[in-house]
């Protein structure tokens, strides 16, 4: 299993950066594939970034904006957001999936097996 603790959310202007982290624990973080959704109020969990093997994908509303990286020597997972719009007002979630399980959908939230417990971003105008 792996415990997931995101941080660095905020209220901030539009236009400036914000870089969330996400903090694992737990044995062999390597093992999981890792990624970033998000929840705006009244509406679903979309997927934002995510890690997969070798490949880094990105949801076509941030794309260009964001950026995922991952440390797995400190069991690490940030979300560098640049260039911030007020669409982007939502609580980040960070997400594991065991990579050791046949991923199906790297969008879809319910491929992901564990969840943070998210944290507020708000974009003002």
């Known amino acids: 299993q792996v415990q997931l603790v995101e941080s660095g959310g905020g209220l901030v202007q539009a236009g400036v950066s914000l870089r969330l982290s996400c903090a694992a624990s737990g044995r062999s973080f390597s093992n999981y594939h890792m990624g970033w959704f998000r929840q705006a109020p009244g509406k679903e969990r979309v997927f934002v970034a995510a890690?997969?093997?070798?490949?880094?994908y990105y949801g076509d509303s941030v794309k260009g904006r964001f950026t995922f990286s991952r440390d797995n020597a400190k069991n690490m997972v940030y979300l560098q957001m640049n260039s911030l719009k007020p669409e982007d007002t939502a609580i980040y979630y960070c997400?594991?999936?065991?990579?050791?399980?046949?991923?199906?959908?790297?969008?879809?939230?319910?491929?992901?097996?564990?969840w943070g417990q998210g944290t507020q971003v708000t974009v003002s105008s």
């Open positions: 890690s997969i093997v070798d490949s880094t």
């Open positions: 997400a594991a999936r065991d990579a050791r399980l046949r991923l199906m959908d790297v969008y879809s939230p319910s491929e992901y097996d564990y």
